[in-house]
């Protein structure tokens, strides 16, 4: 089936360890993303990239960061330097334009 | 920087009551606009995009949104809601001009549709 796939569902880490949350798709796209979901603040970007080998931050890029080295994968790794971590983060994928984004599942990370 | 508002947080109505959330970006070039909508414990899903043409859009589940570029607005609507309607609803932007292409999320409208 094509889609998003991100792995895991959930996760739980020690505070102070960096935590890398995967993200794969299959349906060819160029463009994929990355998104924190907070209560009442609803998506906020952290990176996304449009070509292998490149990308931006988004608007809360601090204490993250992402690698883009095939046009499958978007790898997600939350670092220590991240002071809230704990939260829901979504991949999603899109055509570069015009630019419909399919989202996964999600994964809940849990510091503690 | 471009930012996407959603005007009411939390909006609760009745079956058969109508409905319309609002969405506003501050974005002044060309746009390509989006309503997402997540239902409890699933991910989300697109319900209707505009990219050019008619204003008026129809989205799946008898949603529809009017695009009114002098007011940066995208407001979703629909006539009559259903109890499955609650969900959360978000407005999405993305920035045509822009070669990277930013899309950014409203805060999100938490709908709950009572009996």
């Known amino acids: 089936d094509g889609g998003i796939t991100q792995s895991p569902k959930y996760l739980f880490r020690k505070e102070g360890q960096n935590v890398t949350l995967s993200c794969e798709q299959n349906?060819?796209?160029?463009?994929m993303y990355w998104y924190r979901q907070d209560p009442g603040q609803g998506l906020r970007l952290i990176y996304y990239?449009?070509?292998?080998?490149?990308?931006q931050k988004g608007d809360i890029a601090e204490g993250y960061s992402v690698s883009r080295e095939k046009k499958e994968s978007f790898p997600l790794t939350v670092t220590s330097a991240q002071k809230n971590p704990t939260a829901f983060y979504l991949c999603?994928?899109?055509?570069?334009?015009?630019?419909?984004?399919?989202f996964g599942q999600g994964t809940r990370l849990t510091v503690v | 920087a471009q930012s996407v508002s959603q005007h009411n947080h939390h909006v609760i109505l009745s079956e058969a009551a109508s409905l319309e959330l609002g969405c506003n970006y501050s974005?002044?070039?060309?746009?390509?606009l989006f309503w997402y909508v997540q239902y409890p414990g699933q991910h989300l899903q697109l319900l209707l995009k505009y990219f050019s043409g008619d204003p008026l859009v129809k989205g799946i589940k008898g949603f529809e949104a009017e695009f009114i570029k002098s007011k940066f607005s995208f407001n979703l609507r629909k006539p009559s809601v259903q109890w499955s309607d609650t969900a959360e609803y978000f407005c999405?932007?993305?920035?045509?001009?822009?070669?990277?292409?930013?899309?950014?999320f409203g805060a999100g409208t938490q709908v709950v549709v009572t009996p």
């Open positions: 349906l060819n796209h160029d463009a």
């Open positions: 990239s449009q070509i292998v080998n490149d990308f």
């Open positions: 999405a932007v993305k920035q045509t001009t822009d070669s990277w292409g930013k899309l950014q």
């Open positions: 999603a994928s899109s055509v570069l334009y015009p630019g419909e984004a399919f």
């Open positions: 974005y002044g070039g060309t746009v390509n």
